[in-house]
T-cell receptor, first 109, second 114 residues
């Protein structure tokens, strides 16, 4: 069935360094790829998304890249800050949406 | 503009009971989707409603049902609760139909089944 694999499950980076989270998906019909950030006690918050007709999108310190041929997409956070500590989820959707299992990002002081 | 609201925020039930959760979308949004979040299975899509019609459904048993009202508010019902139904239930709203539209999540309802 449809599946989204997300790696790593946990990531620790020094404040100021970059963080990269990678996802692969199985359904070639997927055409929308959002990334969500979830803080403790809150619902997921959309931080960036990309559609299948675009290879890269950037919003300040956050960027997402998409390789449709290889069916993988990645989240890049540059100049990480303490407030970036959270759980990040990728997702792939067509009619239905499938989420990755999440990456817990720790920003070390 | 107010965000997505969910009530109640916390709920404790016992096995065999049923429960109804409520979601009020962002004003003007016509689509509401429901998700179940557990440590083991992660975030899983339950169903989506648009203009009072269920547009899509995930792989959950028939004990999970929902509806949407004319004001776009939505309710989700779980009958004959099982221990495994303990989870955070999230709803998300979007302006257009389809989970491919930008979704905004509520804070969730934490359901504990004893």
């Amino acid at each position: 069935g449809e599946n989204v694999e997300q790696h790593p499950s946990t990531l620790s980076v020094q404040e100021g360094d970059s963080a990269v989270i990678k996802c692969t998906y199985s359904d070639s019909a997927s055409n929308y790829f959002p990334w969500y950030k979830q803080e403790l006690g809150k619902g997921p918050q959309l931080i960036i998304d990309i559609r299948s007709n675009v290879g890269e999108k950037k919003d300040q310190r956050i960027a997402v890249t998409l390789n449709k041929t290889a069916k993988h997409f990645s989240l890049h956070i540059t100049e990480t800050q303490p407030e970036d500590s959270a759980v990040y989820f990728c997702a792939a959707s067509d009619d239905k949406i499938i989420f990755g299992k999440g990456t817990r990002l720790h920003i070390l002081p | 503009k107010a965000g997505v609201t969910q009530t109640p925020r916390y709920l404790i039930k016992t096995r065999g009971q049923q429960v109804t959760l409520s979601c009020s979308p962002i004003s003007g949004h016509r689509s509401v989707s429901w998700y179940q979040q557990t440590p083991g299975q992660g975030l899983q899509f339950l169903f989506e409603y648009f203009s009072e019609t269920q547009r899509n459904k995930g792989n959950f048993p028939g004990r999970f049902s929902g509806r949407q009202f004319s004001n776009s508010r939505s309710e989700m019902n779980v009958s004959t609760l099982e221990l495994g139904d303990s989870a955070l239930y999230l709803c998300a709203s979007s302006w257009g139909q389809g989970v491919g539209d930008t979704q905004y999540f509520g804070p969730g309802t934490r359901l504990t089944v004893l």
